[in-house]
């Protein structure tokens, strides 16, 4: 098959691109790094004690507590993610057993290549183990790594930032953003070139059998999407008991400021959005597009790009996320050095400018590789119409469904989350009667924010289809993340401000300092939202083509997989139960720490004499020990009722069951995960906008400590473990659902293809 790019480009230019992007990322941190930051300080046991002093002695002594706050900050995250990465690598190593035992039985253990109808060898089911396994395990360690470096970057650039923040909001600005370009391009670059190294390895292990090649690769999504779900849920746990404890005693009871040094849990808060919104968000990400590509690949192997082995068709996928991260190198530059924001009112506009931008430049990009990577058509991705050919500019139309569907829906995202519109306005006007208006506003505003990104996620779902069948679908999810690092370097831009923001708080910088810090948070507030958005949106599609490769996978046909089948109508109801079950669980142990946080920390104002005063320094050791002992061991029973759901129910209830399961999780996941999301959005930026006092409606609400605040106050807390723990866990779990399923496919087929259970009662 005839394309105008030889197999060269393939070999050569997606190496190139994610080198490319890991390099750029070393250029901006080396950018970050010039900026000092002095430490000096002593680390005795009361080495902190002097970040509770009202007076600051010049620029050296606010430089040394910025840096021993960064050190506390960093040593808490590091702590953590050690400790949860030791218990989460136990949990792996033992599942890693149970896909390589599973896989490997389909045929009983035989080690014979077989030669097929086509005269293909075939590779015997144990070498799909060992190497699904194999792949597992470096999806797993590079989901791991991308999490630790992002966590390390944006510990490294806090203090830094409101260092910056001193100068103005520009050097603020460019210091947070420029870090978070860190995480995006090296997550993302990383995430490639580990790819690509693993298929040419399998490559040259596999030979003629593509097919068997790409059936291995799905264990890459499943290792990173596995870690991603720990990750998330763990570190959402963590971050929003601190956050909780320290909003309800510190500002609702106490009337201190947010990330005033008395209060205990200040620290655990800090620690906690380096390890929830960065750490979880960039293995979420990452998971999202290992899982996208593996779809596409899965698929593609049984069309006519398999048969004819042509690798820089069958490379197409990676070809649009190399191409993706050029495209947004070029990006990043404006919003770096071309037109940074100089002022308050243009954070969110450079930010938003970001986004459009790599969408516009990768639109024609996307037109491009279609048409030179790909034959001019080809066959093969319809099951029931095997010669209908899709035509090459055909797949640049389901790429850009995706690619300007995911701006729409962080457009959107934007609207309902931003307090610089109606909807979040009228959400902070609700504070006026009291924390009950509040929550039912924000409840509201959560719900019919699902609307227009469901009706985008839907055409992409029909575009995709009706063009190229589930790889179509694929293609959609991939062009929806082919901006994933500018994706995520704006997202990793608002923990980093937050973060800087609680430094210049406790090192005592002025209000004036703090103003552009909450200035730069409230915009990272938004960018959170819409990153959430992203990932919703791109994990639907993903979760869908798994789904339909899981179906080829499991040799179920149209009309087995009815809904009218009571098997598969009875694992639909199920299966649209599990994120109401999964968020119970996550939520009430976001509640449960919280719990432990709150008392400890009015313990301690009731206990420590001089504490309120600011004589005395609080234990903030004993915090941090409450938030990672919570959410190590409060995050296993969701990681099991994920992970376990698809291996007991396509064991006992056979692949129809299953099939009904996954569809259910998806079509109820998503409207919970989005509005979750944006709720929590909302009722936080309602707070900010009370707070900020900038316009003639928000004075009036009273700002700090008046009534409405404290309503708010309140609302903000009840949204914390929505749009930080529950909402963005779920996307993980209807991906995660699905490639687990793909990956057992061939054991359930093999074995259990009619459940054990309903074997043994017909």
């Not at 005269?119 to 999490?147: D, H, K, M, Q």
């Not at 470096?149 to 100068?167: D, H, Q, S, V």
């Not at 962080?410 to 610089?420: A, H, P």
């Not at 944006?678 to 309602?686: E, L, V």
Request: with cysteine; net charge negative; glycine share 10%.
């Amino acid at each position: 098959m005839e394309t105008v790019f030889g197999d060269a480009v393939a070999t050569w230019g997606i190496p190139i691109a994610a080198i490319l992007g890991v390099l750029f990322a070393i250029l901006q941190w080396q950018r970050v790094s010039s900026i000092k930051v002095h430490g000096g300080v002593s680390r005795t046991e009361d080495g902190r004690s002097y970040l509770l002093e009202e007076e600051q002695r010049g620029e050296s002594e606010i430089e040394e507590k910025a840096a021993d706050l960064q050190a506390a900050i960093s040593e808490g995250a590091n702590s953590f993610l050690f400790t949860e990465y030791k218990y989460v690598s136990i949990f792996m190593g033992c599942f890693s057993v149970i896909i390589f035992v599973l896989l490997s039985s389909e045929d009983g253990f035989q080690t014979e290549w077989k030669e097929d109808d086509k005269g293909v060898l075939r590779a015997p089911a144990i070498y799909n183990g060992a190497f699904s396994t194999l792949s597992f395990l470096v999806g797993a360690a590079t989901s791991i790594l991308s999490g630790y470096l992002g966590m390390a970057i944006a510990t490294y650039a806090n203090a830094r930032t409101a260092l910056e923040a001193r100068k103005g909001i520009a050097p603020a600005f460019m210091a947070a953003f420029r870090s978070g370009a860190v995480m995006g391009f090296l997550l993302a670059g990383n995430a490639l070139l580990v790819l690509f190294v693993v298929l040419l390895i399998l490559r040259k292990v596999y030979g003629d059998d593509w097919e068997g090649l790409y059936e291995a690769i799905t264990g890459y999504g499943l290792g990173g999407s596995s870690i991603a779900l720990f990750g998330r849920v763990g570190g959402g746990i963590y971050t929003k008991a601190a956050d909780v404890g320290a909003d309800l005693v510190g500002k609702v009871e106490k009337d201190i400021p947010e990330d005033d040094p008395r209060n205990p849990a200040v620290i655990a808060d800090n620690v906690g959005d380096n390890v929830g919104d960065i750490a979880g968000m960039g293995a979420d990400l990452f998971g999202s597009f290992a899982e996208s590509t593996c779809a596409a690949l899965v698929v593609s192997s049984v069309s006519s790009l398999g048969a004819t082995h042509s690798w820089v068709a069958m490379s197409y996928p990676l070809l649009i996320t190399g191409s993706g991260i050029i495209v947004c190198i070029l990006t990043t530059l404006i919003a770096t050095d071309l037109r940074p924001a100089r002022v308050v009112s243009e954070i969110e506009s450079t930010l938003k400018v970001q986004l459009v931008v790599s969408t516009l430049i990768m639109t024609p990009v996307a037109y491009v590789i279609s048409i030179c990577a790909l034959p001019s058509e080809f066959t093969g991705l319809f099951a029931e119409e095997p010669e209908r050919a899709v035509k090459n500019w055909h797949m640049f139309f389901c790429v850009a469904v995706g690619l300007w569907g995911g701006l729409v829906i962080g457009l959107v995202t934007e609207y309902y989350t931003s307090n610089r519109f109606q909807p979040v306005q009228d959400v902070a006007d609700a504070c006026r009667t009291g924390a009950a208006t509040d929550i039912i506003f924000g409840l509201a505003l959560g719900y019919k924010s699902a609307i227009i990104p469901c009706f985008m996620i839907a055409i992409c779902i029909f575009t995709g289809f009706t063009i190229a069948h589930m790889y179509g679908i694929a293609c959609a999810a991939l062009g929806m993340l082919a901006t994933i690092a500018t994706c995520l370097a704006i997202d990793a831009y608002g923990p980093i401000s937050d973060n800087a923001g609680g430094i210049a708080e406790m090192a005592g910088m002025g209000e004036d300092i703090r103003e552009r810090t909450d200035a730069l948070d409230a915009a990272g507030n938004t960018t959170a939202a819409i990153g959430k958005g992203f990932a919703i949106g791109s994990a639907a599609l993903v979760s869908l083509a798994l789904f339909g490769a899981y179906v080829t996978r499991a040799g179920i046909s149209l009309q087995d997989s009815s809904i009218l089948d009571p098997e598969v109508f009875a694992g639909l109801l199920v299966g649209a139960m599990l994120p109401y079950w999964f968020s119970a669980m996550t939520m009430k142990s976001v509640g449960k720490a919280a719990l432990a946080m709150v008392e400890e920390v009015r313990n301690q104002f009731n206990t420590i004499p001089g504490l309120m005063e600011g004589t005395a320094r609080p234990d903030y050791r004993r915090c941090v020990e409450i938030s990672t002992a919570a959410s190590i061991s409060e995050m296993i029973p969701p990681g099991i009722l994920v992970m376990g759901t698809p291996l007991i129910v396509g064991t006992l209830f056979g692949v129809r069951t299953l099939a009904g399961v996954l569809s259910g999780a998806l079509v109820s996941g998503v409207q919970m995960a989005v509005s979750m999301s944006n709720t929590g959005g909302a009722w936080d930026n309602a707070k900010k906008y009370i707070e900020a006092g900038a316009s003639e409606h928000a004075r009036e609400l009273g700002g700090k400590g008046s009534d409405c605040h404290k309503a708010a106050v309140i609302g903000d807390t009840v949204g914390d473990p929505l749009k930080d723990t529950s909402g963005p866990s779920l996307n993980i779990l209807i991906k995660l659902m699905a490639v687990e399923s793909l990956v057992l496919a061939p054991f359930f087929l093999a074995h259990t293809k009619d459940g054990l259970l309903f074997q043994f009662f017909k």
